[in-house]
């Protein structure tokens, strides 16, 4: 099952792999946290669990600049239109994540996690596809911009999305200009110091069971993001 717009062929098993460890990892750590919501617990400040949360996170948002600027290596033509497309596909489970978690977990629910982020952040991107430079300049002035008010209250969920601090809690929240560096970066260096015609021929994964069932997850990282909540949940309630 395919929730969103993509090319099954010729897809990199390295990016793959480490997009289906990041799923992984990002399972787990939604395994504690909402544990420790349902039952007080704080096993996600445990440095190992609160790690996987940093590495998933950090893994998912420099691969989609990543893999944005290999597509724009591969077909220029229509890229933008490409993107925003799928960026409308991104912002309807965006707010579909935001219903379910809702009803799950109506203290914490999402309100803007990192689908949300990535349906915003595809569109700047997008349009910013044919200046990697000036995008890079776009996001370390983002990020700068976080610097200075990440630690100003507000109740405005506006400016929580671009950064400022929020006076509600959530189990997941991904404000633009601390995160959109990352992928800004990801998209330079796909720029920089990947051909796409050569990719292929320079694999750094292995092929064997283990990693194609890990890239296998890569491939369907949307799908299994959005069906996790429910798994997760389910399981939490009948055990």
Same mark, same amino acid.
């Given at each position: ?27 787990? =750590?939604? %395994?504690?946290? &909402?544990?420790?919501?349902r ?8 440095? +190992?669990?609160?790690?996987?949360? /940093? ?34 596909? +991104?912002?309807? =489970?965006?707010? +579909? !994540? ?17 689908? /949300?982020?990535?349906? &915003? ?12 430079? &000036? ?5 370390? !002035?983002?990020?700068?911009t976080?610097v /200075? ?7 405005? !969920? +506006? ?42 021929n ?25 069906? /996790? %909540?429910? &798994?997760?949940?389910?399981f939490?309630?009948? !055990?």
């Amino acid at each position: 099952m395919i929730f969103y717009p993509k090319n099954m062929n010729n897809r990199n098993i390295d990016i793959d792999f480490f997009r289906g460890i990041a799923i992984i990892l990002m399972s787990i =750590y939604h %395994w504690y946290a &909402v544990k420790d919501i349902r039952t007080g617990s704080i096993n996600t400040k445990n440095t +190992l669990i609160d790690s996987f949360g /940093h590495i998933s996170r950090t893994t998912f948002i420099f691969l989609m600049g990543l893999s944005m600027n290999l597509s724009y290596q591969k077909k220029k033509k229509g890229f933008i239109d490409r993107q925003i497309t799928r960026s409308c596909y +991104l912002t309807f =489970y965006a707010i +579909l !994540i935001t219903i379910i978690t809702k009803i799950i977990l109506p203290d914490k629910y999402i309100r803007f996690g990192i689908l /949300h982020y990535m349906s &915003v952040t595809m569109t700047i991107l997008a349009l910013l596809s044919e200046y990697p430079q &000036v995008m890079m300049l776009f996001g370390i !002035i983002m990020y700068i911009t976080y610097v /200075h008010i990440n630690d100003k209250p507000s109740s405005n !969920i +506006l400016l929580n999305i671009l950064g400022y601090k929020s006076d509600f809690q959530t189990i997941d929240l991904f404000p633009i200009s601390k995160w959109i560096l990352i992928s800004c970066l990801g998209y330079f260096v796909g720029n920089e110091f990947i051909d796409y015609e050569k990719l292929n021929n320079n694999q750094l994964i292995s092929n064997n069971i283990l990693t194609n069932m890990i890239g296998k997850l890569g491939q369907y990282s949307l799908e299994v993001y959005i069906v /996790h %909540w429910f &798994v997760i949940y389910g399981f939490q309630k009948l !055990i």
